[in-house]
């Protein structure tokens, strides 16, 4: 672009160097668009999360250039279902690999890749396309002048290690920084409306052999109103995420003396400590919550610092991918004047009523699913069970069922200006 029609602006900060800012810096940086993404922790994070990226989340992975290797290094799921609780016996499952192994020339199925390694593969190609990433930068405070809307500027104010606070200003800060966001209490204070679940979860990376010893799918959810988990697979090596219900209110300690016993009771086989590994256990609190807004003039958020879920069905990491991908497209077409500063207006809205008519329905009856108070009777109430149960014997309806998740996305390149 000419000295003449110079670029709408100059540079992006992101606040939070986790999944979805990564992400976000990465398209930016290969479309040349400056931008810098702002840590404050000295390295990305470690403990065990989100594996599992959905069929949403493929086309972001795509587009960003390392797609293949997610797919070399890590797994491609294919079956998921739905067990009793005592047989163990399947309610409902599918098989993707029959209906979304080749969509448009694309395979669709739900990717996993361990969260640790997707961040650190992410980072490196947001270097080599010329992004920035600075770590031991916490940001304390985040500001815009009063014509931000209009050629104004924003800023965050940075604590770096053994330093003074300092100003760094950009034409647009997005919030990236996770539940706790500054970027998102910067502009609401501790407005986030939505609830907490009355009930704990213990998320562990567990080494134990599912599928050899038992026949079990990639992923499997054992529906229990106290003994609900999940146990999907996140390595080639017979690494699963199990993720199970505990009683609220007990210290992370006294969460972790009763793991032997919780395993015993729930898992296929019963097993004793010495018959599995557990790489890493965390107790988290579930959340539905959503910011008012996802823009305030030139400050932004997305991902975890605009919305949270339970992750029951991968919606949160999901969406969070979806949200980044959507907010590149609005970026973009303000950076190649095919759009005004009024999309980012049009993000908001769009991205507050995606969390709202899908995200947020579909992931607490996901939770209601697996905690079922009567998991015999659970089939006979459940449509969604039931269009799975027909989709055994018609691949069209069950492609739909599986493509429906696809209403997460939305075409912001639809309000380019047509030249």
């Known amino acids: 672009m000419t000295d003449e029609n110079p670029r709408p602006f100059k540079k992006v900060l992101i606040v939070g160097a986790g999944p979805s800012g990564l992400l976000l ?4 940086a290969k479309h040349s ?48 279902c739905w067990r009793d609780p005592d047989s163990h016996e399947i309610i409902a499952g599918f098989d993707a690999s029959k209906v979304l192994s080749d969509v448009d020339g694309q395979d669709l199925r739900t990717h996993c890749y361990v969260l640790q390694d997707l961040d650190e593969l992410m980072l490196k190609e947001v270097r080599r396309y010329g992004g920035e990433v600075e770590f031991d930068a916490e940001v304390v405070g985040v500001g ?27 034409d647009y800060v997005v919030g990236c920084d996770g539940a706790n966001s500054i970027v998102r209490r910067s502009l609401f204070g501790d407005q986030f409306p939505g609830f907490t679940w009355d009930a704990q979860i213990i998320a562990t990376n567990t080494v134990y052999d599912f599928e050899g010893k038992f026949g079990w799918h990639d992923a499997n959810f054992i529906v229990h109103p106290e003994n609900f988990f ?28 009763r793991q032997p016993m919780k395993f015993q009771q729930m898992l296929p086989g019963h097993p004793k400590p010495d018959e599995y590994k557990i790489v890493n256990i965390s ?7 959503c910011a008012p807004k996802f823009r305030v003039g030139r400050i932004l958020l ?9 992750p029951w069905g991968g919606l949160g990491i999901t969406g969070g991918f979806v949200d980044v991908g959507g907010l590149f497209d609005c970026l973009v077409g303000i950076w190649e004047n095919k759009a005004g500063e009024d999309i980012l207006e049009l993000y908001s809205e769009k991205r507050i ?67």
């Open 230 to 257: 999940m146990a999907a697979r996140i390595t080639k090596d017979n690494m699963y995420r199990i993720t199970y219900g505990e009683t609220p209110g007990l210290t992370r300690e006294e969460y972790i003396a």
């Open 25 to 28: 810096a990465l398209l930016l």
């Open 353 to 419: 009523e995606k969390w709202q008519t899908v995200i947020n329905p579909i992931s607490q009856e996901n939770f209601r699913r697996v905690s079922d108070k009567d998991p015999r009777t659970r089939f006979e109430r459940d449509e969604f069970m039931q269009l799975l149960k027909k989709g055994e014997t018609d691949d069209v309806l069950l492609k739909d069922l599986l493509l429906g998740f696809m209403e997460v996305r939305y075409d912001f390149t639809q309000h380019y200006k047509v030249r």
């Open 302 to 310: 997305a991902a975890d610092a605009a919305h949270l879920c339970n």
């Open 144 to 170: 815009q002048d009063e014509d931000g809307e209009v050629g104004g500027r924003a800023w965050v104010e940075v604590k770096r290690k053994g330093g003074e606070v300092e100003r760094e200003e950009a």
């Open 283 to 289: 107790p988290y609190k579930m959340h539905q919550r």
């Open 33 to 80: 668009i400056p931008v810098k993404v702002l840590e404050s922790a000295s390295q990305l994070d470690q403990q065990p999360r989100a594996a599992h990226y959905g069929t949403p989340a493929i086309p972001e992975f795509i587009r960003a250039g390392i797609i293949d290797q997610l797919r070399a290094n890590g797994l491609i799921l294919s079956t998921m």
